[in-house]
């Protein structure tokens, strides 16, 4: 992961090119959800991925845990982006509040607090403007390999 380019998100926003790099960078379990990054600085970390059958459940809903991974990825690729070092989610609540089945899902990060050592983000996951689930998450700064 390129900790520089998502350091320097913090001031400015990360361009069309630098969101297309952020993007190829991701690992396969987002790319296999088709999450994509849209937005990235630091007032506004926006990610969505299309509704398509591979993170159905049976029932026709998307799995609980593709929202809660949502959650996750944009709540640590946030946190890295705040510490310019790596982070490990420690803690990951998720509430569904509604099903979703179709369209697209928008994933907004906000800090609720950014220490030196952890870091806690509320991720707010919503379907056709209307709130799906949100995701707590609390994330461990590492040190930089």
Same mark, same amino acid.
């Given at each position: 992961? !390129?900790?520089?380019?998502?350091?320097?998100?913090?001031?400015?926003?990360?361009?069309?090119? %630098?969101? *297309?790099?952020?993007?190829?960078?991701?690992?396969?379990? *987002?790319?296999? #959800?088709?999450?994509?990054?849209?937005?990235?600085?630091?007032?506004?970390?926006?990610?969505?991925?299309?509704?398509?059958?591979?993170?159905?459940?049976?029932?026709?809903?998307?799995?609980?845990?593709?929202?809660?991974?949502?959650?996750?990825?944009?709540?640590?690729?946030?946190?890295?982006?705040?510490?310019?070092?790596?982070?490990?989610?420690? !803690?990951?609540?998720? *509430?569904?509040?509604?099903?979703?089945?179709?369209?697209? #899902?928008?994933?907004?990060? %906000?800090?609720?607090?950014?220490?030196?050592?952890?870091?806690?983000?509320?991720?707010?996951?919503?379907?056709?403007?209307?709130?799906?689930?949100?995701?707590?998450?609390?994330?461990?700064?590492?040190?930089?390999?």
């Amino acid at each position: 992961m !390129n900790y520089e380019m998502l350091a320097r998100a913090k001031e400015t926003p990360l361009t069309a090119a %630098e969101l *297309d790099e952020l993007n190829a960078a991701l690992p396969a379990f *987002d790319k296999y #959800i088709e999450l994509k990054f849209t937005q990235f600085s630091g007032e506004l970390v926006e990610a969505e991925v299309e509704v398509h059958d591979g993170i159905l459940q049976p029932t026709g809903i998307v799995n609980g845990g593709v929202l809660a991974s949502i959650g996750e990825t944009v709540g640590s690729t946030a946190g890295v982006m705040h510490a310019n070092a790596p982070v490990s989610g420690v !803690n990951n609540s998720a *509430d569904f509040l509604r099903p979703v089945s179709v369209g697209t #899902i928008i994933a907004r990060c %906000e800090p609720v607090y950014l220490g030196r050592r952890t870091q806690l983000w509320r991720i707010e996951l919503k379907n056709n403007e209307k709130l799906a689930a949100v995701c707590q998450l609390r994330t461990m700064v590492l040190e930089k390999r």
